[in-house]
């Protein structure tokens, strides 16, 4: 089953709450999903889709500009 991992971290941004990237390791990226002030960790995955690493770029949260 192929989950949309940006859609997956729009739909959480939008929402208030927040997403790390907790590390990077070649081509792929492990992402933590936190409640709305940033704490507990609700969720992690990791992904090498290309569409994701584009969607993060170099960014290490969703706190962080899009575009710096």
Do not use: N, Y
Request: some cysteine.
């Amino acid at each position: 089953m192929h989950v949309d991992r940006v859609a997956e971290l729009q739909r959480w941004q939008d929402s208030g709450a927040v997403w790390e990237v907790i590390s990077r390791k070649g081509r792929s990226v492990t992402v933590a999903l936190l409640r709305c002030d940033g704490g507990e960790e609700l969720e992690r995955f990791t992904s090498d889709d290309p569409q994701l690493l584009e969607f993060i770029g170099d960014r290490l949260s969703s706190t962080e500009s899009r575009w710096r």
